[in-house]
């Protein structure tokens, strides 16, 4: 896991890199046995230096061994334009690990040292999820609302955000934490809206809130169908526990039960789904839906009696389309 981490965060970060040097330019370019010769020749023309201890750090798939080149080169001397991002590929490393405690002092060290650097947003969410894992609340606290407000209006700041409805949600205060993803998900920024409406969903499951539960999947669904982490609510929403119906209180109440078969933002989307629906023969609705202040499209298959002829229903449909959906109570 540590390797393979390393590897990516190589490639990453080395495309980004102010070439300064023939080493660095060779790393660019992917002539990686070229940069190692290069480097080889540098190693026993010269002493050791620190910058050619980063050189081998960033060539070396081993993460074990990548961050004791790292190491050896924050000890010895090392050109000042490499050093913050050694410093940085240091802290991921204390993350793959699992050392928060490490984790903790490297990053600070980075912000300390380097106030305005590139990986500034990044490094604070590390202190944060640094510190709360070694329970230090007020200094988690400290650097999440600092990312919040030294980076507001932007898609980093609301990713702060983020992180903060999340400790809410873990703190069980589900209106405080709602009303931040309600927020998120009708924002312009897609680093946020999917996780937000991954999180209203998750935790309308857990509350059973069903229905909210539902909407919020098949938003995330329809908005952004290759978003991580749709499996894993559909599997819960599949497992999810309806009380049987009193078929007596149905018929006094008037309840009917249709199977929701997909929201959408675009009213073309939804009329292209009815109509395909039609074939099975049960009566097909499209209703509106208002979330966060944008009307989606609901589309509706089918009006029972009893919720046991819906579930009947939605497992035939379910054969069919090879697609999991949902029954509502109307």
């Known amino acids: 896991m540590i390797r393979i981490l390393v590897f990516f965060i190589f490639q990453a970060v080395v495309c980004r890199l102010a070439a300064s040097s023939d080493v660095i330019e060779l790393i660019d370019e992917g002539k990686i046995d ?35 080149f790292h190491d050896a080169a924050f000890k010895a001397e090392m050109e000042p334009q490499f050093l913050e991002n050694s410093t940085y590929l240091r802290a991921l ?15 600070e060290a980075y912000l300390q040292y380097w106030e305005n650097a590139k990986h500034r947003p990044e490094v604070m969410r ?45 703190k069980k205060d589900y209106l405080a934490a709602q009303k931040i993803c309600r927020h998120l998900s009708n924002t312009k920024y897609d680093e946020v809206v999917p996780p937000a409406l991954y999180l209203l969903s ?16 098949n938003v995330l669904k329809e908005t952004y169908p290759s978003a991580v982490g749709l499996h894993d609510l559909a599997v819960r929403l599949g497992q999810l526990y309806r009380e049987p119906a009193d078929n007596e209180a149905e018929r006094l109440t008037g309840t009917i039960y249709s199977v929701q078969v997909g929201v959408f933002s675009v009213r073309e989307n939804a ?9 099975y023969g049960e009566k ?4 509106n839906k208002i979330v966060s202040d944008k009307k989606y499209y609901v589309v509706f298959v089918g009006r029972f009696q009893s919720s046991e002829e819906a579930m009947a229903f939605k497992s035939r449909l379910e054969m069919s389309e090879k697609e999991a959906f949902q029954v509502i109570a109307r």
């Open 34 to 68: 070229e940069a190692r010769r290069v480097i080889a020749e540098a190693s026993t023309a010269t002493r050791r230096d620190g910058t050619l201890l980063y050189y081998q750090a960033l060539l070396e798939p081993d993460g074990k061994k990548a961050m004791q």
């Open 126 to 170: 590390l202190a944060a999820l640094a510190f709360k894992k070694q329970k230090e609340s007020a200094r988690a606290d400290g650097y999440r609302n600092g990312l919040i407000k030294e980076f507001a209006g932007s898609p980093t700041g609301k990713i702060g955000e983020l992180d903060e409805a999340v400790k809410l949600y873990e």
């Open 271 to 279: 009329d292209r789904l009815a109509k395909r629906m039609k074939q």
């Open 93 to 107: 490393y204390h993350l793959a690990e699992g050392n928060y405690e490490k984790l903790g002092s490297t990053a």
């Open 284 to 287: 097909v609705e499209i209703t």
């Open 202 to 217: 998750s935790y309308s499951i857990e509350q059973n809130r069903i229905d909210d539960a539902i909407l919020y999947y």
